[in-house]
Nanobody, 114 residues
Framework: QLVESGGGLAQPGGSLRLSCAASGFTFSTYAMSWARQAPGKGLEWVSG????????NYADSVKGRFTISRDNAKITVYLQMNSLKPEDTAVYYC?????????WGQGTQVTVSS
């Protein structure tokens, strides 16, 4: 199970920190990802992190502004979002792929507006 939290309303240039609490699998074994879906658009991959945090990756659209991290002791993955833009408005989902199955949380809404 994946449960996201931390979304809300932010002003352009502001920050938010998303959290995704995991359960039901060996968290530290698997890479975790964040993806988002803006209104009227398809799902966009945002960022990923290896199980041991040794590698992170970002979409070009968020590189330099967003930071993914994880705390394996707390079984949680985070997405620190800085310098937010109106185009970051979306529902944000965390994801884990275990073998051939893909698991998603319910999502958390992020709205960037003045």
């Amino acid at each position: 199970q994946l449960v996201e939290s931390g979304g809300g309303l932010a002003q352009p240039g502001g920050s938010l920190r998303l959290s995704c609490a995991a359960s039901g699998f060996t968290f530290s074994t698997y890479a975790m990802s964040w993806a988002r879906q803006a209104p009227g658009k398809g799902l966009e991959w945002v960022s990923g992190i290896y199980g041991d945090s040794s590698r992170t990756n970002y979409a070009d659209s968020v590189k330099g502004r967003f930071t993914i991290s994880r705390d394996n002791a707390k079984i949680t993955v985070y997405l620190q979002m800085n310098s937010l833009k109106p185009e970051d408005t979306a529902v944000y989902y965390c994801n884990v792929d275990i073998y051939s199955d893909s698991y998603w949380g319910q999502g958390t809404q992020v709205t960037v507006s003045s």
